[in-house]
Nanobody, 123 residues
Framework: VQLQASGGGLVQAGGSLRLSCAAS????????MGWFRQAPGKEREFVSG????????QYADSVKGRFTISRDNAKNTVYLQMNNLKPEDTAVYYC?????????????????WGQGTLVTVSS
């Protein structure tokens, strides 16, 4: 499985970005997917996860109400719509595939990781 994240960039506080993650392989629709992020000098943290069907989603408290995760199994792609961005959202964002059909809030629940895309939010 290969995961290719894109859509990062520089945006002002209050702005929006949409991250995309294209996955290779025929098992994409069988597993949950997730997004994590890692800010400079900080540990990687869970941002959001989505079940295999898209029917169940999870969010970190810090992004609830601002970020929306979705997936298109026909396109083997998962998205992260980020609105009302804040400077503290600045990080490298990683797309990841879960070990199961349901999203996990911890990194050990995921076994494939993309290369990351940088999101920078200026104040």
């Amino acid at each position: 499985v290969q995961l290719q994240a894109s859509g990062g960039g520089l945006v002002q506080a209050g702005g929006s970005l949409r991250l995309s993650c294209a996955a290779s392989g025929r098992t994409f629709s069988s597993y949950a997917m997730g997004w994590f992020r890692q800010a400079p000098g900080k540990e990687r943290e869970f941002v959001s996860g989505i079940s295999w069907s898209g029917g169940s989603t999870q969010y970190a408290d810090s992004v609830k109400g601002r970020f929306t995760i979705s997936r298109d199994n026909a396109k083997n792609t998962v998205y992260l719509q980020m609105n009302n961005l804040k400077p503290e959202d600045t990080a490298v964002y990683y797309c990841t595939k879960a070990r199961t059909t349901w999203p996990q809030g911890e990194a050990y629940g995921y076994n494939y990781w993309g290369q990351g895309t940088l999101v920078t939010v200026s104040s």
